[in-house]
């Protein structure tokens, strides 16, 4: 059974820093493409940043050289890096894995949803 949980999240001021960490279980991150998405309230669920089998990582521009993905595929876990936060930064973020070994951006191309975890960015 494939199985996704994310933690790390929490409150922090604007410029701090969080680690999100998706601890993955059933499959194996080096054979799926997997990623981190956001929601908003009220907005659509965006997607962050991903890491493919055959194309590399890819970045919303609105988080490049903000944010950095990893994955340690020893620990079957994902990662996501986040510095100089913002208060646009607020969602619930939400890891996944895909079937797909590309690159892919849509929430629709993704099976597998880890339950999301709250990040808050407030003075």
């Known amino acids: 059974e494939v199985q996704l949980q994310a933690s790390g999240g929490g409150l922090v001021q604007p410029g701090g820093s969080l680690r999100l960490s998706c601890a993955a279980s059933g499959f194996s991150l080096d054979t799926h493409t997997v990623g981190w998405f956001r929601q908003a309230p009220g907005k659509e669920r965006e997607i962050v940043a991903c890491i493919s089998v055959s194309d590399g990582d890819y970045y919303a521009d609105s988080v490049k050289g903000q944010f950095a993905i990893s994955s340690d595929n020893a620990k079957s876990t994902l990662y996501l890096q986040m510095n100089d936060l913002k208060p646009e930064d607020t969602a619930v973020y939400y890891c996944?894995?895909?079937?797909?070994?590309?690159?892919?951006?849509?929430?629709?191309?993704?099976?597998?949803w880890g339950q999301g975890t709250q990040v808050t960015v407030s003075s």
């Open positions: 996944a894995a895909s079937t797909y070994t590309i690159i892919v951006v849509t929430p629709d191309f993704y099976d597998y």
